[in-house]
Nanobody
Framework: QVQLQESGPGLVKPSQTLSLTCTVS??????????WNWIRQPPGKGLEWMTA???????YYNPALKSHTSISRDTSKNQVTLQLSSVTPEDTAVYYC???????????WGQGTQVTVSS
């Protein structure tokens, strides 16, 4: 059973860089065919796909967020990291780590972590 666990600060000040880590267990992030995504949901709004990193290390970004978003991985720790720079209160959201398998279907989700951007 694949499990994803997000971790990071719950409160970040405006203009700072937010860093979130997704630790994966029960499966390797380098397993062929899988993509590891960050998706967020601001309060009262829908889900927003942010970025993904594939099994080979290829990266993908939402064009609307690309300028201040970065995704990376540590294969030795089986972790995927999201960095979001110059955050504003509009970045307040629940952030989810999500696996996408065949045909791009999201099959495993982390429980999500609440991030609030406030001074």
């Amino acid at each position: 059973q694949v499990q994803l666990q997000e971790s990071g600060p719950g409160l970040v000040k405006p203009s700072q860089t937010l860093s979130l880590t997704c630790t994966v267990s029960g499966g390797s992030i380098t397993t062929n065919g899988y993509y590891w995504n960050w998706i967020r949901q601001p309060p009262g709004k829908g889900l927003e796909w942010m970025t993904a990193i594939g099994y080979s290390g290829s990266t993908y970004y939402n064009p609307a967020l690309k300028s201040h978003t970065s995704i990376s991985r540590d294969t030795s720790k089986n972790q995927v990291t999201l960095q979001l720079s110059s955050v504003t209160p509009e970045d307040t959201a629940v952030y989810y780590c999500v696996r996408a398998g065949g045909e791009g279907l999201y099959d495993y989700w982390g429980q999500g972590t609440q991030v609030t951007v406030s001074s």
